[in-house]
């Protein structure tokens, strides 16, 4: 069974961070691309950050600067590392794992259940 856990969401005032992790299991960690989405209300999930299993990074244009994705294989955990946040950074985030590869335009084949991210203004 695969399991993505995701923890670390919470509420904070614009301009502070948040970390975000993501511990898994029941995948082979290394082999697989790892990411993050997110949903805001009323819109549809879109990719955020993406780690391949070399280590290149991908970001959504509006992140960029701002967030940081990182990957440790000898704990199977990723993490999302959130500065400067803005209340449309609010939505919730979801941790994913390729299955093995994530590709653009393509659903990744494994998701966690998502953590709250809040940004008051």
Aim: net charge positive; charged share 20%; with cysteine.
């Amino acid at each position: 069974q695969v399991l993505l856990v995701e923890s670390g969401g919470g509420l904070v005032q614009a301009g502070g961070s948040l970390r975000l992790s993501c511990t898994t299991s029941g995948i082979i960690f290394r082999t697989n691309d790892m990411g993050w989405y997110r949903q805001a209300p009323g819109k549809e999930r879109e990719m955020v950050a993406v780690i391949t299993t070399q280590g290149r990074t991908r970001y959504e244009d509006s992140v960029k600067g701002r967030f940081t994705i990182s990957r440790d294989s000898a704990k199977n955990t990723v993490y999302l590392q959130m500065n400067s946040l803005k209340p449309e950074d609010v939505g919730v985030y979801f941790c994913v794992a390729g299955g093995p590869t994530i590709q653009i335009g393509v659903r990744p084949r494994y998701w966690g259940q998502g953590t709250q991210v809040t940004v008051s203004s």
